[in-house]
């Protein structure tokens, strides 16, 4: 019986940002959690997307060969050479210095292709029609902001062009540094899967949204913990304006407000998140003795009467 590889049948983009270093990929498929599969990276080495009939060692592999000092279009030729299946696949490739190379085998189901361009490919299979990745390339090459922003442009105008002939389930995004830190954990910019929804891309959106709240709340703790109290605050602020509908930013704004001797402040953003849920009320009674929420009793039941 021949080897059963997982379908991962879509549309995806990998590219690098010329004036950051960052690069990444992102994809969508009518297909369940399709970016667990199709999208790897790795901070200063490269991204690769590897879809169709999917042979996922293209992902870990491809970054091995790119990290010992391979070319993304060696990388690609060597992998390729020695997989018998390789006409079943379809694979983009991208290293740290914006060299791309991308594959679409004779056997990828149509319509099917990719196109590359400087720093970038995209790259589609079982599409409705041939102009979805032309439309793809023309919307990334035209896009601005950030990497992620110009990656999600590209889906979108995927899908516009008609998009996968069976619809849409999942899609995901992955952005990457464009130096290695010696940190894995800390090389990922963007990571972000939508496994199963009725517009993905719309989701995907989102949590990025979501995602780039809670960057500005991790900066506002970093910029706390520095001393550089005024920063924090507006990077805490800024979190909550992104993401209005949770308490949780409005509640930790008050914290360091109140910690900071501004009281006056801290009270309507305590009284926003008490009333979404008594729980914050609690967690605020808790928090002094962790060392957090260091205020006078006064300042303390000021706060839990809110």
């Not at 290293?95 to 791309?100: E, F, H, L, P």
């Not at 800024?238 to 801290?266: C, D, K, T, Y």
């Not at 808790?286 to 260091?294: C, H, I, V």
Request: proline content about 5%.
């Amino acid at each position: 019986m021949p080897k059963r590889f997982p379908f991962a049948h879509t549309f995806s983009i990998v590219a690098r940002d010329p004036l950051s270093g960052e690069m990444g990929g992102a994809v969508q498929s009518h297909w369940f959690s399709t970016g667990s599969i199709v999208l790897w990276g790795e901070a200063g080495v490269g991204v690769v997307a590897t879809q169709s009939m999917v042979e996922v060692s293209y992902g870990p592999l491809g970054l091995e060969l790119m990290r010992a000092g391979k070319s993304a279009p060696q990388a690609l030729r060597s992998l390729l050479t020695s997989d018998e299946g390789s006409e079943l696949r379809q694979v983009a490739m991208l290293d740290s210095q914006g060299g791309v190379s991308a594959h679409t085998g004779a056997r990828c189901i149509a319509a099917a292709g990719h196109e590359t361009g400087d720093g970038f490919s995209v790259q589609a299979n079982m599409m409705l029609n041939d102009n979805v990745w032309p439309a793809m390339a023309r919307a990334y090459r035209a896009s601005t902001g950030s990497l992620a922003d110009r990656l999600l442009a590209a889906l979108d105008a995927a899908q516009a062009a008609g998009g996968d002939i069976r619809g849409q389930q999942s899609a995901a995004i992955l952005v990457v540094k464009a130096s290695a830190s010696g940190r894995p954990w800390a090389g990922r910019s963007v990571d972000l899967r939508v496994e199963d929804h009725p517009d993905p891309l719309g989701e995907l959106k989102r949590l990025l949204t979501v995602s780039r709240a809670y960057e500005l709340m991790n900066s506002g703790d970093e910029q706390l913990a520095s001393g550089d109290i005024e920063n924090a605050l507006i990077s805490y602020a800024s979190a909550a304006h992104l993401h209005p509908s949770n308490p949780e930013m409005p509640f930790w704004h008050a914290v360091s407000l109140a910690e900071n001797g501004r009281i006056q402040e801290s009270l309507p953003l305590f009284t926003a998140a008490f009333a979404a849920s008594p729980n914050w009320r609690e967690l605020a009674r808790r928090l002094p003795a962790s060392g957090l929420l260091n205020v006078s009793p006064d300042a303390l039941d000021l706060i839990l009467k809110q």
